[in-house]
């Protein structure tokens, strides 16, 4: 089964930077996207960006949109989130959950991303932006 693991959470400070990854493992030979999502205390769980690994195409939050960036290494199976100009707004466990696409039409990584369509999730990394 599909096992995903989550690092390189922390805290900085306003306008820092970081980029957790997450380790990915068991997918079979099918399409999939990988998500990532964050939940901040009292908040909803929100989708913050996707990659597809049918066309490497990626999606992003719009309170995101310029200061993310989703990669992955094909070689290792670790896809980044690297996060830039962090704000307090940015303070949440951030979680990458990986959902199957079944067709090529299935666009598993459009938003608002729907968190019923991922099926696997990691433990989540906590990242903290002092003011």
């Known amino acids: 089964q599909v096992q995903l693991v989550e690092s390189g959470g922390g805290s900085v400070q306003l306008g820092g930077s970081l980029t957790p990854s997450c380790q990915a493992s068991?997918?079979?030979?099918?399409?999939?996207?990988i998500g990532w999502f964050r939940q901040a205390p009292g908040k909803e769980r929100e989708g913050v960006s996707c990659?597809?690994?049918?066309?490497?195409?990626?999606s992003y939050a719009d309170s995101v949109k310029g200061r993310f960036i989703v990669s992955r290494d094909n070689i290792k199976n670790i896809v980044y989130l690297q996060m830039n100009d962090l704000t307090p707004e940015d303070t949440a466990v951030y979680y990458c959950?990986?959902?199957?696409?079944?067709?090529?039409?299935?666009?598993?990584?459009?938003?608002?991303?729907?968190?019923?369509?991922?099926?696997?999730w990691g433990q989540g990394t906590r990242v903290a932006v002092a003011s």
């Open positions: 959950a990986a959902g199957v696409q079944p067709t090529v039409r299935f666009r598993i990584c459009a938003f608002p991303l729907g968190a019923a369509l991922f099926a696997a």
């Open positions: 990659i597809s690994t049918f066309d490497g195409s990626t």
């Open positions: 068991g997918f079979s030979a099918d399409h999939y996207g």
